[in-house]
């Protein structure tokens, strides 16, 4: 570990140049987390996107169809939390904050102006996201999927979860010797941060 790694708010900062990182590239680790929020019966887990990210903001991203169940859990409850892990680095960055959803409002009409047409077919089912079908081929083909050729349809059903980041953790799996810390955020977006035993 050198000087600027042993350093908190330089760890703090790295860390949210990686996550920035992963919205932009593909190919990055970071680039599709884990998310996961809680429900009556446990905690609910899913791979997504990661949209976008602002280190000024504290804020993360992804898009979902509105009529997906992790909307509606995240309506009831707005608690939620990111996971993230890069193998070829051993970091593991766990965040967690409050969800805000985002559906007819600036925010989601500018993001859909990015969903290219090919994605855009992932909101435009008639069958709504969890729906028991008999025969996939048949229902993906023929019934859920509405193909008219405008790209518009699916805008109804096209939310963003922004979160705003309250707590992050880092782990990194350094050889010899494990670091930890973590970093809680107030409401200005600074931050508290400490080390921890790994
Ligand atoms: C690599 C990968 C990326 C995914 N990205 C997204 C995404 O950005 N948004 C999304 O809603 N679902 C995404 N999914 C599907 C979710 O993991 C999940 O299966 C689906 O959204 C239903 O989740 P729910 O029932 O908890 O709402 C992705 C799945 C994989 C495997």
């Known amino acids: 570990?050198?000087?600027?790694?042993?350093?908190?708010?330089?760890?703090?900062?790295?860390?949210?140049?990686?996550?920035?990182?992963?919205a932009l590239k593909s190919s990055h680790p970071f680039h599709q987390p884990v998310v996961a929020n809680a429900t009556t019966i446990g905690a609910n887990m899913r791979m997504v996107v990661l949209r976008n990210a602002s280190a000024a903001e504290k804020t993360i991203s992804f898009y979902t169809d509105i009529r997906s169940g992790k909307w509606e859990e995240l309506q009831n409850n707005q608690s939620i939390s990111w996971l993230f892990y890069n193998p070829e680095s051993r970091t593991q960055i766990r965040l967690s904050g409050k969800a805000s959803l985002h559906q007819n409002d600036e925010l989601a009409n500018h993001a859909w102006k990015n969903v290219n047409s090919n994605s855009?077919?992932?909101?435009?089912?008639?069958?709504?996201?969890?729906?028991?079908?008999?025969?996939?081929?048949?229902?993906?083909?023929?019934?859920?999927?509405?193909?008219?050729?405008?790209?518009?349809?699916?805008?109804?059903?096209?939310?963003?979860?922004?979160?705003?980041?309250?707590?992050?953790?880092?782990?990194?799996?350094?050889?010899?010797?494990?670091?930890?810390?973590n970093f809680i955020y107030d409401k200005n977006r600074d931050f508290t941060s400490s080390w921890l035993v790994p």
Not at 122 to 148: F, G, R, V, W
Request: glycine fraction near 8%.
């Open 120 to 181: 855009r077919k992932n909101y435009s089912s008639i069958l709504t996201p969890s729906s028991k079908i008999i025969d996939p081929k048949k229902s993906l083909h023929q019934e859920a999927i509405i193909i008219t050729g405008n790209s518009e349809e699916g805008r109804g059903n096209f939310g963003v979860v922004v979160t705003n980041i309250l707590w992050m953790e880092w782990l990194w799996l350094n050889p010899g010797c494990h670091y930890r810390a």
């Open 1 to 22: 570990m050198n000087e600027k790694e042993y350093n908190l708010i330089a760890i703090e900062s790295d860390c949210w140049l990686q996550i920035m990182e992963g």
